[in-house]
Nanobody
Framework: QVQLVESGGGLVQAGGSLRLSCGVSGRTFSNYAMGWFRQAPRKEREFVAAISRSGGSTYYVDSVKGRFTISRDNAKNTVYLQMNSLKPEDTAVYFC?????????????????WGQGTQVTVSS
């Protein structure tokens, strides 16, 4: 079993920055590609970013390209999401997820394990 715990969410003004962290335990972290997803009220869960097992490949939804950066530290079993130039439409609960597949994916159903989520609220 893999446990994921997100942290770093909060309230920030538009244009501000936050860094989300997701600590992973229970299995070998480097065996999993990692993803970040978000879900706003009354909306479906949306892909945000993903990173390969080694960290050598990343993938972003168009709406966050140039503003968000996903990274990982396999020595610390942690994946990060640096969020800059935040907008009110980024407001959502952010989830990290672990995928045992060999390729990174933007599809929620391919991910095996999920965290509980952390709230990000961007005020205008």
């Amino acid at each position: 079993q893999v446990q994921l715990v997100e942290s770093g969410g909060g309230l920030v003004q538009a244009g501000g920055s936050l860094r989300l962290s997701c600590g992973v335990s229970g299995r070998t972290f480097s065996n999993y590609a990692m993803g970040w997803f978000r879900q706003a009220p009354r909306k479906e869960r949306e892909f945000v970013a993903a990173i390969s097992r080694s960290g050598g490949s990343t993938y972003y939804v168009d709406s966050v390209k140039g503003r968000f950066t996903i990274s990982r530290d396999n020595a610390k079993n942690t994946v990060y999401l640096q969020m800059n130039s935040l907008k009110p439409e980024d407001t959502a609960v952010y989830f990290c997820a672990a995928d045992s597949s060999r390729v990174i994916s933007s599809t929620p159903r391919t991910y095996d394990y999920w965290g509980q989520g952390t709230q990000v609220t961007v005020s205008s």
